[in-house]
């Protein structure tokens, strides 16, 4: 009975192709509304009784040729390649929304990466794990603590993350297609991460540097507005690019490493990449982690530059920089030092990164869809 449909289906709808494709598949001719079609598709004639006068049912048999389309078959969504004049737009959007959700959502966790990572922390500010380090945070300084700072971090998040995967999808698909047309390159991946790391942290770095500043142990700041207010008048504007240079030396290995893992892992999961959630959710947090325990040391040298630590900054000043940084970790606590907060790091990394991919993913595939769904509504009002 599946073989059978109803006279006004059409050949578009996909429950009657699986129906009428599996009929045919089993015994070499489907029947559709009053029509038979033969093994290539084709129709073989009408299915309605002959009338009198009518010529006999053989002599009417006309099939297609294997090398004719159908008339109105739909062309598939490419859920990859976006429809042209709205690629960037889209990617913008996608990204601009799971930055924000990833940043907010793992805010938490960030801050007690923060404090972990500090090299002379004050006695109240000495955690077991990250665990005991929310439990102390909530306990001692109140419920709100752990997401002090969260707005300005929100703010940088969204045009930064808009920027960073439209220029990763712009440069991926450009080298990958001058590299190895039609197929996946992870070089194309890794460079395309490194360039989409630069604007990025140009963005971010003020916000980061903010941030940090909020979330140490016993913050002298009152709020956000505050906070970059001592900042400009003690500092000067410079403090907030003190980082950009360590940050680009942590962010662009780590991104590089990111991508190419994402991307090779979604090959292994995802072969067809089609809209799967699973498979971003798994790629984005195990690329995430090995990234993020890859690119502590550097991570460490960042939070030191930004926070200004008043044990350490003294030492920071006899030199310049990242430089600066890498001896003064090395010298207050030795190798161990540079992967303070390793823990935190990668607990933070792996649902950070599932987040952000997996709601990346589905924005630009709801949009995708909808850009795709309009463009049939209008052909078919121009075929109207």
């Known amino acids: ?52 006068g009518e010529p006999d049912f053989a002599s009417v048999l006309h ?45 938490p966790i960030d801050c007690v990466k923060t404090r972990m990572q500090s090299l002379h922390p004050e006695p109240g500010a000495r955690y077991r794990n ?18 002090r700072g969260v707005n300005v971090l929100a703010v940088g998040a969204g045009p930064a993350h808009a920027l960073y995967f439209a220029c990763y999808e712009k440069i991926k698909f450009s080298l990958s297609d001058a590299i190895h047309p039609g197929t996946n390159s992870h070089f194309a991946n890794g460079v395309a991460g490194c360039a989409a790391t630069v604007l990025h942290d140009a963005i971010m770095n003020p916000a980061e540097v903010v941030k940090q500043r909020m979330q140490m142990f016993n913050s002298p700041y009152r709020g956000v507005s505050d906070c970059i207010s ?31 893992t994402y991307e090779y892992l979604q090959e292994l999961l995802n072969p067809h990449r089609q809209y799967n959630p699973s498979s971003h959710v ?12 890859a690119t502590t040391p550097l991570d460490v040298c960042k939070t030191l530059l930004n926070t200004q630590e008043a ?14 940084a890498f001896r003064t970790v090395y010298r207050m606590g030795g190798m161990p030092a540079f992967f303070k ?14 987040i952000s991919w997996s709601v990346y993913e ?21 075929d109207k």
């Open 1 to 52: 009975m599946d073989g059978f449909v109803s006279s006004h289906s059409t050949l578009e709808s996909p429950t009657v192709e699986r129906r009428v494709t599996g009929t045919i598949a089993a015994t070499g001719f489907g029947i559709l509304g009053s029509s038979v079609l033969d093994a290539t598709g084709g129709f073989v004639g009408p299915f309605s009784p002959r009338v009198t």
């Open 63 to 107: 099939r297609t040729t294997t090398t004719e389309a159908p008339a109105c078959v739909e062309p598939d969504m490419d859920y990859e390649g976006l429809p042209q004049g709205a690629a960037s737009s889209t990617h913008m959007l996608a990204g601009a929304v799971a930055g924000i959700m990833e940043h907010c959502l793992m805010y």
């Open 130 to 147: 990250v665990m005991d380090a929310l439990r102390q945070i909530v306990r001692t300084e109140g419920v709100w603590r752990p997401i």
């Open 230 to 260: 001592s900042l400009l008048r003690q500092e000067g504007a410079a403090a907030f690019y003190r980082s950009y240079t360590t940050q680009l030396t942590m962010n662009v290995p780590f991104q590089a490493l990111h991508f190419m």
């Open 282 to 293: 798994v790629s984005g947090a195990l690329a995430g982690a090995l990234a993020a325990a």
């Open 311 to 324: 044990q350490a900054v003294h030492v920071i000043q006899a030199g310049t920089g990242g430089a600066a």
């Open 341 to 354: 907060g390793v823990q935190a790091r990668v607990i933070y990394q792996m649902p950070s990164t599932a």
């Open 362 to 382: 589905f924005f630009k595939y709801i949009i995708t869809k909808r850009q795709h769904e309009k463009r049939l509504r209008g052909d078919r009002d121009v």
